[in-house]
């Protein structure tokens, strides 16, 4: 497939379209969709994607890259080109809970999620059935606040030995260190079950119960150090009401956090998302 | 009009639904509607809401609360008898921003808000020529931190001197004083421009905007002395994305402000709402 | 467990609520939640949904009924009890999109759906593996347009020896005789993939893209002999827009779908849909 | 002001973007956000929506057009330039129904709507106060099924009179002729009262209601020959239940009818949608 994206940000100023859709046609490169935005015309960050076919692109990606890099150069460009061919490789990270991991399983299944499932991780082995069940590595690795730097070190070992790209925590609810937050930057996607920055930290379903909201969500974000605050991709909500006990919140939630990062796995993998000041661009 | 509604909370046992209906049929009373929720078949709390026609309403209902006061007693029942030919009065508290008020007027003019705006007070003089023109006393009553009391014992003056039943903060940007509240219980809706308890307190939308989120929202609440911690009564959102700045979050927000208040009023209205425990139940 | 429901639908009059409640109360039994509606005070039609803890009831649900049928015939009265703990049996016919069935599989797996899912029947083999998998009984049924009559008898002979209660077409793509119809009156809950009365009929997604809509939906509804004008039980929509294209709606439609039948078939168990002049009641 | 927009459409090919940028690099023209989208890479339509500030824009307007048409020729391309400095100006058409206008009315005050709204025309006098209140003309022009003929010949010579650019049907409830049509092509904006294509013609609420629909919708669309068919440019949707008649169905269509077609209004001055093969694409 000769199906090619690239991703960039730089500080604004005229001609930079110019300069990159030229080299982009001087290597016969058809733009398929490309979204642009800048914070401020003034002074502002301008930030691009763009999907293109470029015919033999495999063979000539490399040489391209090497001439990319001086226009980067001139724009202070920080860049990334990334071929759909190169499936990327996910583990997936679950404790006991499994409508997240499930939701993930499906789309893939149902080849609606582009990624290679490489290996989950659990701290239970819940999961072990149904992920052997579909020829995915399971490994349990213990994990809790006594063992964390233990588990991490495994963890971390094997996500070297997939050769891993990125991690979804599908409601893994053990806390990561700020080592394993930093040997994975920007590639560690979590689903929080609240509408951040509402009921950050833990038993957010109880919490909206008890204050009486009549709106239950779920963030998805990247992993930061500070719990809960790193850059938002996707959140949604769904209507609740007085009716509603702890339980049925988490059912209606369970939903949510599902579709939520669904969505936000999908836009990571076909390289939609920016991270920017601590917000994300999703184009 | 023979249109009546009762609401009732009370310890949660059987016989409660029976004795009210029973009381009802005597008095040829048909119910219309009615909706009736516990918070726990053991030990819980029994709410109910019930609205009916009773020919001759008018005449007997001095007669029909004094009788009912037995059967409530008998089941240590809150209650409340409301009869629709009461119109409810309102007073509208409002600053610089018209949007909610206007919303209001709106929908009162189109008569869809059944109740008596009675007056209209605010520290601003932006909304006296749209009120005097719907021939709606304003009254002009400067308040800012420092002349509080002053400001608060004029309102209350107004208050009583107009019999208001009830006060909408729409978009009014003081605090109100514990006494002030005290004087009018559960009887203040406020909006607030967040989905609450996310961005308590001011500037909500810039925290917004730097916070990434991807949704915005507005949350209608009664005022208690804790800010921005009363009651819930409804809720809504809106999505938003990196494209959008300050300025179009304070739009898109205006637009959901106006709607949840607006709800939320209607609701009050129409004895719709019961308040337990720092939470609404909404019939 | 003591959890009893009743539904009723009469010529509204005074005196109806009075009469079930005394009824009630006069079996120990406690209204645990109760709606309640008319369409017109005067000459329209009632109707109730009443759900309730009656100590004993599996020993005196025979006499109950007995006595409580005439109540109903003072009042000319449609009515039902059913007793929580006789758990409906379900049948799930499907075809060759498996989404619907794996998300009531799902749902019933993590104890959200209370029903006993008896069997599944298909014209194809692809659910048989994940079906059996969960020892559920499948069927091969071939079925098209020349042998309808054929399949349908066979349909019809499963039906009666698993004793079902009701059926859910997940997506079941073959169109249902008259006489299939009315041997399972209300009985036959279809998902169409459609916001109906929109696309009725065949290909709505094709139909959907080619209209340019800014919407997609899904709707869940009884399934009657005119094609998808049965009685409406839920709908629901997603947002599309012009980059979408035929596949990509339907993906999107896909969760809509799963969840809008899910929710449908959740209420049918729950016995919360009362069907009246091809429209649904649903407390 | 210097802000610009260029909106482009063509068969797709490699080269089109690095030809209009270039192009606006050589006027100095900052790209502040730009949209493209391609229905297919091979033989699809190219669009695209470029937002620019270019210094002394108003000044070399002219040089640029005519720069830019050589480019266009090579591509053949269908392009149009707008200035935000040109106000567009609307003709709003209105018959007794006021919420849509004075959604619209509103949106203008608060400058949220930037068009010169330069008349408003009227088959009846309700909306005359209002909009003479705010220094708008209003022109009471009859119009119904036998003088339909008449009465256009007026409004287009007010149309021309005033060099409208569009004109909104604000719930204008008369048929247009298919001369009125060609004279405004893709310059007539209606608000029809369902989502689109449920309920096309009239009385869609009533209908809704009959047929016991879980949601009610609106639908904005350009104006075409084929009643309710034209391109759509924006829907939404609320949800109703069983307890909604005819007259709440209304009032909840009101909110939604007004919300869908100030979005659509707004997206039109803005220069967001192209239409093609009747749908839109709206950037």
């Known amino acids: 497939k000769n199906r090619g994206r690239l991703l960039v940000s730089c500080p604004d100023q005229p001609g930079i379209v110019s300069a990159i859709s030229r080299f982009l046609f001087s290597h016969n490169a058809n733009i398929i969709e490309s979204s642009q935005y800048s914070t401020n015309p003034e002074e502002g960050t301008f930030f691009i994607r763009i999907e293109f076919e470029c015919p033999g692109l495999k063979e000539k990606a490399k040489e391209m890259e090497k001439q990319f890099a001086e226009i980067a150069e001139n724009f202070s460009m920080e860049w990334k080109f990334t071929h759909v061919y190169n499936i990327k490789k996910a583990a997936i990270f679950v404790s006991k ?3 997240c991991l499930l939701e993930l399983l499906w789309e893939w299944q149902s080849g609606d999620l582009m990624a290679d499932i490489a290996l989950v991780v659990s701290n239970h082995e819940n999961a072990r059935e149904v ?3 579909l020829n995915i590595p399971f490994f349990y690795v213990p994990a809790n606040k006594e063992i964390r730097q233990q588990a991490e070190t495994e963890q971390l070992k094997l996500l070297k030995e997939y050769e891993i790209d990125f991690v ?4 893994y609810m053990q ?3 700020p080592n394993f937050i930093k040997e994975n930057p920007n590639k560690i996607i979590n689903i929080h079950h ?3 920055p509402a009921f950050v930290g833990a038993r957010p379903y109880e919490r909206a119960f008890d204050r009486g909201v009549k709106l239950i969500g779920a963030t998805s974000h990247y992993v930061t150090n500070d719990l809960d605050e790193g850059p938002i991709i996707e959140q949604d909500i769904s209507r609740v009401g007085h009716h509603d006990n702890v339980d049925s919140l988490k059912k209606i ?5 599902r579709s939520v990062l669904a969505r936000a796995v999908k836009w990571h993998i076909e390289d939609r998302i920016i991270i920017h000041q601590n ?3 999703v184009f």
Chains 1, 2, 3, 4 share one sequence.
């Open 97 to 99: 809970e499994l409508h």
């Open 131 to 133: 992920v052997e069940g």
């Open 168 to 171: 979804v925590l599908a409601r």
């Open 175 to 177: 806390i990561l260190t």
């Open 194 to 196: 609240s509408f951040l």
């Open 253 to 257: 939630g369970r939903r949510i956090e």
């Open 279 to 281: 917000k994300t661009i």
